[in-house]
DNA sequence: CGGCGATGGCTAACTCGATTAGCTTTCCGG
DNA sequence: CCGGAAAGCTAATCGAGTTAGCCATCGCCG
């Protein structure tokens, strides 16, 4: 019998894909290894464990998200790249559902390598940036960049969910939240007491 | 030997309590035996299967939860209201994690039965309710709900997933996204195309 | 061209969690 | 006090992940 010609990038390549189609938590070792057409064991020569395999899919997708939100953002500012942004994001997560998921899951322990913090401070640098115009001094910088990060997610996680009844008016929801952050960031009362602490800002612990 | 004195209720409060401490999706019907003093087969006398008791969690959940932001916001409106409400939330969501994981998961195929439909629908008029005083009509009314669902969910999702590197910050972080959110949505641009849709407003869909 | 070591795939077997079958014991109403 | 329903238990099955160990294939080197 012909080899399969696997190697660890098509197993995991192959396995964002299913994840995708499935959703990253149903999938399985053994539904990976009958799409790849070979048994499941055989799969144990490319990836460690399932654990593996799955770290492995997150970091993959990552660096796919990060390439997606940066190409549209970059050197934008302001509501226009807000907007550029929050578009871009929404719209690669409602393409790779199961990618998205695996992006934003919480890591079990010991799933945080290097990598994965330095992708997840790239993703927060892209929104410092785009975020770059309004007047956000100080911790107000860290703090917008949580709000945008917030609320984008939980748009894309409830939309995955299923959690919004009238599909045809998410569109325009979306719309409506992008205008009420821009809204409120370009209007949000300035607490002087947080203004003084300036200092404290850490651009890549978002 | 005595009988340990079950019941469905006992079994299913202390899948909750276990679920808090050791993660929803780390539950299982042997820890949960271990923890009722029983072997994990006596636990199918009480519920018929592990999906039936996290469907048992998510309820009971999403009552304790409904219960818990209703008390704030009975009988107000506004952007105090919406304060209370959105601190009411977060203290809920950190201090039940699992239950809190169980009420925003997706519901499995077939889960979602008429008593969580019906929960749903009384937390998103709670919401409807806080947002009253704001100058939304038409379909801005169900825009502004699920802006401040999102936003919620996805800054306690972020939190309880330890996503947001600075835990000093994370209380004036949530302060700010609803400083934000408020100023938002008092000054949100109306799109005239928009409004002209009031017709379509349905509260319970969310 | 032949050989050979590394590699990739396979079968068999084990573990663990969920679940079912069927037995036994306890409890409660009559 | 008695009989059956209810609640626990042991034994056993099933599926997913994983490991061990066997064998075929590939690519390279003499």
Redesign the interface.
């Known amino acids: 019998m012909p080899r399969a010609g696997l190697d660890p990038a098509t197993v995991i390549e192959a396995g964002a894909a299913l994840a995708d189609e499935v959703g990253f938590e149903k999938l399985t070792m053994g539904l990976l290894a009958e799409r790849l057409g070979v048994r499941t064991p055989s799969l144990y020569k490319h990836v460690d464990s399932i654990e593996a395999l799955r770290r492995g899919i997150t970091l993959q997708a990552m660096r796919d998200f990060r390439d997606a939100v940066a190409r549209v953002a970059v050197g934008r500012a302001g509501p226009g790249a807000v907007r550029a942004f929050a578009d871009a994001y929404r719209r690669w997560a409602v393409a790779h559902p199961g990618r998205y998921s695996s992006v934003?899951?919480?890591?079990d322990a010991g799933d945080e390598d290097e990598e994965h913090r330095r992708l997840?401070n790239e993703v927060m640098q892209i929104m410092y940036d785009v975020l770059a115009g309004f007047e956000l001094r100080g911790?107000?910088a860290?703090?917008?960049a949580?709000?945008l990060?917030?609320?984008?997610?939980?748009?894309a996680?409830?939309e995955?969910?299923?959690?919004?009844?009238?599909p045809r008016?998410v569109d325009?929801?979306y719309r409506?939240?992008i205008?009420?952050?821009?809204?409120?960031?370009?209007?949000?009362?300035v607490d002087p007491a947080?203004d003084a602490s300036s200092r404290?800002f850490?651009p890549?612990?978002?």
Chains 1, 2 share one sequence.
Do not use: C, W, Y
């Open positions: 934003v899951r919480a890591p997840s911790t107000h860290v703090d917008a949580r709000v990060r917030s609320s984008l997610h939980g748009f996680t409830v995955a969910a299923g959690g919004f009844g009238l008016d325009r929801s409506f939240l205008d009420t952050i821009i809204a409120g960031l370009q209007n949000v009362p947080e404290e850490h890549t612990s978002g």
